[in-house]
Structures are given as C-alpha cells and as structure tokens.
C-alpha cells in the first residue's frame, strides 16, 4: 500500500506561484509513477503532470508546461508540483496520485491506483 499526502495549497493572487508538496510512505517498491491531477468546482478531474519513479522522465498536460514543474526529494519521500505564472483557472484541488508497480503511467484517472486527498489552490484574479 502506498499513503499520499499533499500540502502546500493556499490562496496566491494571479502571477504567483506555490509550490505543493506530496510525501509518500508505505513500500516504496508498490509504485511506478507519480502524478500530479486538479479538480475544479463542476469539473472532472484532469491529468497535470507526471513522473516516472524510477528514471524520473516526466510528462506535462499542455495546461502545465512552461509553468509548473515536478521534483522529488528521494531523503524525504516527497514529490513537489513547483506552480509559477498562475491564473485564476488554476483554481482547482490537486491531488497527489501513484500508479501500481508494474502499470503503464498515463494521464487518465483510472490509471492511477492511489490517491491523497488534495490540497485547495485558489488564484484570485
């Protein structure tokens, strides 16, 4: 089993940037990739961001790139969506999310087998 935990969510004007944090615990063989999703009021959750645990290769929604970046600090078992040039359609809860060992990372929902349970994120026009 793998435990998600995410942070770091809060209130930024537009042009602002925060920085999520996502600590990971539970076997650490139990999981491929790492994935940053975003959900807003009346929305479906959509893909962000993700990273492969093991060669760290990522891979961006279009929404992401330019602007938002993934890290990992392996001492700490963390994951971080580092957010810059934010906008007010950023506003959403990001969710932290971890593929199964052995499944194809993508950026669908159903491809991720764990979840945490999201940190808030408004950007104020």
């Known amino acids: 089993q793998v435990q998600l935990v995410e942070s770091g969510g809060g209130l930024v004007q537009a042009g602002g940037s925060l920085r999520l944090s996502c600590v990971v615990s539970?076997?650490?063989?139990?999981?491929?990739?790492l994935a940053w999703f975003r959900q807003a009021p009346g929305m479906e959750r959509e893909f962000v961001i993700n990273?492969?645990?093991?060669?760290?290769?990522?891979y961006y929604a279009d929404s992401a790139k330019g602007r938002f970046t993934i890290s990992r600090d392996l001492d700490r078992n963390t994951v971080y969506l580092q957010m810059n040039s934010l906008k007010p359609e950023d506003t959403a809860v990001y969710y932290c999310?971890?593929?199964?060992?052995?499944?194809?990372?993508?950026?669908?929902?159903?491809?991720?087998?764990?979840w945490g349970h999201g940190t808030q994120v408004i950007v104020s026009s």
């Open positions: 990273e492969d645990w093991s060669d760290a290769s990522t």
């Open positions: 999310a971890a593929t199964a060992v052995g499944a194809v990372a993508g950026d669908t929902v159903g491809s991720y087998a764990f």
């Open positions: 539970g076997d650490s063989f139990s999981f491929r990739s």
